[in-house]
């Protein structure tokens, strides 16, 4: 077979199918199969029209084409779960509205406060690595998942949530500290 022939083939594979690796889909998939082809061909016709895809990715699922359309709404409405929990949530795990009830000593006026969190967040995030950095700006200010964060970087999406969560870790340490002075 000529190399133009391979790349042929390798092409039409991937216009007719969509390749899946199961354990970054789906971090708690305990099965033999590591991969999924998703196409609207069967099993028998993906092994026959595309052997050595066939090969490279055995074991694998058969998933239908309109498997797509219903990962895509899944991961719609996971990312509008997780921008629903940021915004009601606080990064230090209390309500703003709670801390000015309770301890009137150290309430700042909004305007004065707002100075002080942009200057302050920006020295706080100078304090991150870029991996971290980035990986928080493209969660919290892309509007970006964790699983295209990871697929943009190429890890799991467990990874970049592990980078998020010590990126915010390193930003309370460094409020902590402010506040000790």
Known sequence: MLKNDISAIEEQFNQECTVIELKYEYPGYTGIEKYAIVSSLSQKEIETRFPEQARSY???LVLDISF???RRDYRNNNKK???RSI???SVFGFNDSDTETHHKEIYVPDFVEQWIENYEL???IKQLTN???DRLIDYFYNDKTLTEIGDKVG???RAVKYSID???KKIQTFFDSLLQK
Do not use: G, N, Q, T
């Open 87 to 89: 915004r009601s949530e």
């Open 122 to 124: 920006k020295e706080a």
């Open 131 to 133: 991996k971290e950095r």
């Open 68 to 70: 797509l359309d219903v």
């Open 166 to 168: 010590s990126a915010i």
């Open 81 to 83: 779960y997780e921008m």
């Open 58 to 60: 055995s074991p694998f």
């Open 155 to 157: 890890c799991s999406p």
